[in-house]
């Protein structure tokens, strides 16, 4: 993920593996590269950060072979500092944590000096504020637009006015914005425009009948 030249000009679009089937993921995320997703998604939960169970590194191990996405791993667990080395090590490029569960910044520099991209996430009850000294220290800001823990959820509108603000505070840093919960057709336009970069879509596109379409569907939205 070259940041180097500054914010990508094109909506990166991100499905979440979340929403795939998960008898077939293989199959799921050949199908999404092969239809223009640009990131994967991995929403990885521990049942005590949130009250859900998903996926670990080695999953993030497994796929890494078989697909050239940029894997985005979303880490919603309690003690993120376990897992930086086991999914910088499966392949992982870009780490995600909380700032409700990150004891201290240092873990960004963890991430990074583990070789991926770090990024620190707010829950939607969380204010701009607390990540504010950590504007200087990633590579992205995941902007919750769901409370975590699952997929198909409704969008909080709110969501936007806090990712306009994020952009408004980007000034000199190169942090992408990312927007994750309830992305679809009808606000990604809104999200792109507030200075979203990054669209995580679970069920827009995995719920989608053709994922082609799905996919060209939100990026021509993002125009
Ligand atoms: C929720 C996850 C999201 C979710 C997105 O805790 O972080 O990534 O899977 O799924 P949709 O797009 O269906 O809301
Ligand atoms: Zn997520």
Known sequence: ?????????????????????????????????LAGADWLHLDVMDG????????GPLIAQALRPITKLVIDCHLMVSEPEK?????????????????????????????????CKAGISLNPA?????????LGLVDLVLVMSVNPGFGGQKFMEGSIQKIETIAKMRGSHSFLIEVDGGVGLGNIGKLRKAGADVFVAGSAVFGAKDRAVAISELRKNTQ
């Not at 090590?89 to 004891?103: C, L, Q, W």
């Not at 969380?126 to 950590?134: D, F, L, Q």
Request: glycine share 4%; aromatic share 4%.
């Open 1 to 33: 993920m070259n940041l180097s030249k500054g914010l990508p000009a094109k909506a990166l679009l991100a499905p979440s593996l979340l929403s795939a089937d998960f008898a077939r993921l293989g199959e799921e995320v050949r199908e999404v590269e």
């Open 48 to 55: 005590h950060f949130v009250p859900n169970i998903t996926l």
């Open 83 to 115: 897992w930086i080395e086991p999914f910088a090590r499966a392949g992982a490029d870009v780490i995600t944590i909380h700032t409700e569960a990150a004891k201290d910044l240092s873990l960004l520099q963890k991430i990074r000096a583990a070789g």
């Open 126 to 134: 969380t204010p701009v504020s607390e990540i504010e000294k950590a």
